[in-house]
C-alpha cells in the first residue's frame, strides 16, 4: 500500500507526485500541479456534493503492467446525513511507458442510484500568470485562443460545455506558456463535458473535465490523456491531436470521401447557395409574430428558385451547390419526421423536379435540408412512445422552433424515418446530389431510457452516423450542421465550421483570439463553407481564404438575426457576389485536399494572420486594411 498523503512515481520520462487528491507533474523542464485548494467532487442533483476526501476507506496502491505503471486510489464508506450510501469507485492515475502520456481513468464501481449529475476529476491546471504568453487553447466552433490577460470574461459556454457539440469540435483542450505546453484528450467523449473560467482581464483561465452521468447512473470507465511538451505552440498541439485522430481512424480525408462519392470532387469550388421555399410559424413557436401575422407565413415557387438559377448560369457561374430549406408541404422546421410531400402550393413533385433537372442540365449540385431529432407532436405519424424519455418517464417538451411544440425523436428510429422520406423524394425523381440533415453535429447526443429502444449518448452518434451513411450509400453527399469530429468519417460538409463571434452580433467584444483548430487538425478531411459579408470592422471573405475554405454565394437565413444571419448591410450586387466567390474558389480548388500545417498570428491581436498549407501555399491576411496575399507553392 502506498501512503495516501504522498505518493510518487516515475515513468515515460514524468516525475508524477499525488499528495492527498492534489497532483503534479514534472515535464521536459516544466512543473504543472493541479489547482491550489481544488477538491474532487461528485455533484449531486439536490445541489449537493460528495467530496472524493470524505470517503471513510481511501487506500492507494502501485500500478504496473506490461505497457506502464502509475497508482491506483480506491474510494468506499460515502455518507450523507448521516446514512450511508452506495458509492464505491476508483481512480487510476498512470503513465504509458511508450508515449509518455498521463492517462487519468475514473472507474466505477457501484452507484445505487445517488442522483449524481457530475464527476469533477482531475481537477485544473494552476494557471495563473497575467500575460498573453500564457494561453488555453478551446475548441470552441473553430477554435479560440485566450491568453491569461485577455480583456473580457469567458463566460457561458455552450451546451454547457458538453463534448460532441458546438461547445467542442474536438474533444480536447490545452494550455501553453513559457518553456511548455499539454493537451488534455477526452478518449470517452460522449459522456463527458468541460468547464473553463476566465475573469475579465485574468490573471488566470482554469479548465477541466467533468464526467456525465449515462441514464443517470455513473457506469462506464471514464478516461482523459494528457500530453505534455516542452516549447510549443497551439500548432503543435493541433498536430498531437491529428495524430490521435489518425490513431483511432476518425481522420478520413476528402480524398478517400471521393473514391466513393465523384460528387465530392464536384462540390470542391462550388459556390454555395441557400435559399427556402416554405414558411410557416405556429402560434406557440418562440419565433411567432402576433403584432404582424402576416409575416408568419410565406412561400416562393420552386419555379422563382429555378429562374434565380438560371440567372447564376447566365451570370456565368460554373459551380453552384443549392441547400433548398421548406421544400416539403408543412414548411421549413415543422412537422418533422412527416415533412413529405413537396410543398403543393409551391409547385408539387412536379416543381420541385423541374428546379432538381434545371440543377442536373447545368451541373450544378442539389441538396434538400430535412430534420430526424426536433418531433413534432402534430407529425402524422408522432408517437410519444417514441420520443427520447428520461429515466422518470417523462419527455422532453419545448416550442421554440417554428413548428411549435415538439420532443426529440429517438435516435435509434432515425435511420428508419431518412431511409423512408429518402427513398420516396428519389422515387419522384429529385436528382440529389448531396443533402443535410439539421443538428446532428452540432446539438448533444440524447439518452433514452425506453426499454423498448433504450439508448446511450454514444449508441446516439452511432444512429446518427449511420443516417449519414445511408446517403453515402445512395450516392447523395451528407452533410449536417457543424462539424464535431466524431462524424468526420461519415460527413463530406456542413453548413459551417464558424469562429464563435461569427454567430454573435457584429461589434460584439470576443472571448479570445480566433485560430482554426479544427482546420489545422481536419481540414483536408471536411469542406466548410464561410459567410463572406462585410461588416464596419471585417471582411469575412478573408476568414475563408484564410481557411482555404468554401464561399456562400447567396445566403438567406432561415430565422432573422440566429446562426450568424445578420442583416449587415445592403445586397451586394450579384456581378460582385460571384467575383467574391471566385477567388475564394479558385484557392479552395488548389488547397482542399491539403493538410493546414500551420497558423500564424502575424500581430499580438490576432489581426494580421497567415496559413501554410501542405502543398506549400501560404495565405496572409490583415484585417485592419482588407488585404490578402496568396504565394504560390514553392
Not at 4 to 31: D, I, M, P, R
Not at 207 to 214: A, C, D, G, I
Request: charged letters at 25%.
Amino acid at each position: 500500500m502506498m501512503d495516501y498523503q504522498k505518493a510518487s512515481f516515475a515513468a515515460g520520462g514524468l516525475a508524477v507526485c499525488l499528495q492527498g487528491e492534489g497532483f503534479s507533474v514534472s515535464a521536459h523542464g516544466t512543473e504543472w500541479r493541479q489547482a491550489e485548494g481544488y477538491r474532487p467532487r461528485i455533484a449531486l442533483k439536490d445541489g449537493s456534493a460528495l467530496y472524493f476526501d470524505s470517503a471513510a476507506e481511501i487506500t492507494r496502491a502501485s500500478f504496473r503492467s506490461g505497457v506502464g505503471e502509475g497508482v491506483r486510489t480506491s474510494y468506499r464508506g460515502f455518507a450523507q446525513d448521516g446514512e450511508r450510501l452506495p458509492l464505491a469507485f476508483d481512480t487510476l492515475v498512470w503513465v504509458e511507458n511508450s508515449t509518455g502520456d498521463l492517462r487519468f481513468e475514473w472507474i466505477p464501481i457501484e452507484d445505487g442510484g445517488i442522483g449524481a449529475e457530475a464527476v469533477y476529476w482531475p481537477g485544473p491546471m494552476e494557471f495563473c500568470e497575467g500575460s498573453a504568453d500564457w494561453y488555453t487553447v478551446l475548441n470552441i466552433q473553430q477554435g479560440l485562443l485566450v491568453p491569461n490577460n485577455w480583456p473580457v470574461e469567458l463566460g457561458k459556454i455552450h451546451f454547457d460545455g458538453q463534448l460532441c457539440t458546438a461547445a467542442a469540435y474536438m474533444p480536447w483542450f490545452g494550455q501553453v506558456r513559457p518553456g511548455g505546453g499539454y493537451i488534455a484528450i477526452c478518449e470517452t467523449p460522449w459522456d463527458a463535458a468541460y468547464q473553463a473560467e476566465h475573469p475579465a482581464g485574468g490573471p488566470y483561465t482554469q479548465v477541466s473535465f467533468r464526467w456525465l452521468p449515462s441514464l443517470g447512473l455513473l457506469t462506464g470507465r471514464r478516461i482523459a490523456r494528457y500530453s505534455f511538451r516542452g516549447d510549443c505552440d497551439y500548432n503543435d498541439l493541433c498536430k498531437i491531436y491529428r495524430a490521435y485522430a489518425k490513431e483511432t481512424g476518425l481522420l478520413t480525408t476528402l480524398a478517400e470521401k471521393a473514391v466513393r462519392n465523384p460528387n465530392v470532387d464536384r462540390l470542391i469550388g462550388a459556390g454555395v447557395v441557400h435559399k427556402g421555399i416554405k414558411t410557416h410559424v405556429s402560434p406557440g413557436s418562440l419565433f411567432y409574430d402576433p403584432e404582424h401575422p402576416e409575416k408568419n407565413d410565406c412561400m416562393v415557387p420552386f419555379s422563382a428558385r429555378e429562374a434565380e438559377i438560371r440567372r447564376f448560369h447566365d451570370k456565368g457561374v460554373e459551380q453552384l451547390y443549392l441547400h433548398l430549406d421548406g421544400w416539403g408541404q408543412p414548411g421549413y422546421d415543422n412537422q418533422h419526421p412527416d415533412y413529405l410531400p413537396a410543398c403543393a402550393e409551391a409547385g408539387g413533385w412536379e416543381g420541385l423536379k423541374s428546379l432538381s433537372d434545371t440543377l442536373a442540365e447545368y451541373g450544378y449540385l442539389f441538396g434538400l435540408h430535412d430534420q430526424y431529432r426536433d418531433y413534432y407532436f402534430d407529425a402524422a405519424t408522432f408517437d410519444p412512445s417514441f420520443a427520447c424519455q428520461n429515466p422518470d418517464g417523462s419527455i422532453f417538451d419545448q416550442a421554440r422552433w417554428a413548428g411549435g411544440r415538439q420532443s426529440y425523436l429517438c435516435a435509434s428510429q432515425a435511420p428508419y424515418y431518412v431511409k423512408r422520406n429518402f427513398e420516396e423524394v428519389l422515387a419522384h425523381g429529385i436528382r440529389l446530389a448531396a443533402s443535410y440533415l439539421d443538428v446532428f453535429t452540432c446539438n448533444e447526443p440524447d439518452e433514452c431510457a425506453n426499454p423498448d429502444h433504450r439508448m446511450t449518448r454514444k449508441e446516439c452518434l452511432e444512429y446518427r452516423a449511420a443516417c449519414f451513411d445511408y446517403l453515402t450509400s445512395r450516392g447523395i453527399v451528407p452533410s449536417s450542421e457543424e462539424v464535431t469530429d466524431w462524424a468526420v468519417k461519415s460527413l463530406v460538409f456542413a453548413h459551417y465550421g464558424p469562429y464563435d463571434f461569427m454567430l454573435s452580433p457584429p461589434g460584439s467584444p470576443r472571448k479570445g483570439i480566433p485560430a482554426p483548430l479544427y482546420n489545422l487538425v481536419y481540414h483536408d478531411c471536411m469542406i466548410l463553407p464561410w459567410p463572406m459579408e462585410q461588416t464596419e470592422d471585417e471582411d469575412y471573405m478573408l476568414y475563408a481564404l484564410l481557411n482555404g475554405g468554401a464561399a456562400y454565394l447567396d445566403r438567406e437565413g432561415a430565422y432573422p438575426n440566429t446562426d450568424g444571419a445578420f442583416d449587415l448591410q445592403a445586397e451586394k450586387k450579384l456581378d460582385e457576389q460571384i467575383r467574391r466567390w471566385r477567388i475564394v474558389s479558385a484557392l479552395q480548388k488548389r488547397v482542399a485536399k491539403c493538410e493546414m500545417v500551420r497558423h500564424e498570428l502575424l500581430t499580438p491581436d490576432g489581426k494580421k494572420q497567415r496559413t501554410v498549407f501542405s502543398d506549400g501555399t501560404e495565405v496572409t491576411v490583415d484585417f485592419r486594411d482588407g488585404s490578402y496575399q496568396i504565394s504560390d507553392p514553392a
